[in-house]
């Protein structure tokens, strides 16, 4: 994506990376400035039944009034507002849910999240998930222009995503799988929602992970989408996704056990760009072990009015 690459993004926070890491040294187990956040409880492990925490915060002041979700919970956490995952490595025994309209920030290298159970986006929210040094710079890494850190996340079931407004992953390891079913907030490139405070527009990616499942894309309208460099146990299936901006969706350089099925989508690329304009591409394709079927079986124009293939997506 031109107006996305996952550092273009990340370098918007320049200026806000500072503020979020002092907020985080000065927040300590505590929470955050003006937020409250949910109470840790040290070595807790899942029980039937286990309590609900809650993180809250704001987008508002940003970054100064996020929530501060750290340490080790027993249960199952929800987020309700924005906070971030700043404070050192944190571990949620249970779901992490990702309320309505609201925003999850991790994307530190100091703070890594592991979720035991799901993780589920409900209509609206962002989750920004994991942060990888060659593909989408650590929020807290010092050098956003050439990073060097990185910060892996684990879900130990399903990222579920429904009516979201994004889903930003990196070098996570997921042991289930990863379903995104509409949102995205519609067919444009202008930012809304927590992206207008951070300048891109919204969009979703999932980039240099591993996913024991499958993925299903299905019924998403905004800006841009893509798949990169990803281990996916199963099968992949997009279908009818509506992207604004012309160089979605990408699904390149994936390592896919299972089939690969694209149908019905406003177009599917396994190449980038070469320079910044859309043609020419270099052509990325994918390891598919299973079948290649609609939109993915022959290789996406690398010149403009070119044809498909002739090698495979």
Known sequence: MRQRRGRVFSGLFVGLVLAVVLLAASAGSAGAKNAQHAKPTKGAKPTKGAKHNTCTG??????????TLSGNYSGHVKIS????VDAGPTTINGNLTVGAGSTLI??????SLTVTGNVKVE?????VLGCFASSF???????????????????????ISR???????????????????????GFTCDPQGVFALLGPPAYSAYEDSTIGGSVDLKGIKGCWMGMARDQVHGSVRVFNNQLADPDAIEIVLNDIHGNLNCRRNSMVWDSGELGPDLFPRQPQPNTVDGKRRGQCVLASPATEG????????
């Open 306 to 313: 070119g044809p498909l293939g002739p090698g495979h997506f």
């Open 163 to 185: 009516n979201a407004l994004g889903v930003i992953v990196h070098d996570t390891a997921i042991g289930g799988n990863v379903l995104q079913h509409h949102g995205g907030g």
């Open 81 to 84: 507002g924005a906070c971030a």
């Open 106 to 111: 991790a994307a530190f290298s100091s703070s």
């Open 123 to 127: 209509s609206g929210g962002t989750l």
């Open 58 to 67: 704001s987008a508002d002041n940003f970054p100064t009034e996020l929530g």
């Open 137 to 159: 710079a650590c929020f807290d890494d010092p050098d956003q222009n050439n990073p060097t850190l990185n910060g892996p996340a684990s879900v130990g079931g399903n990222i």
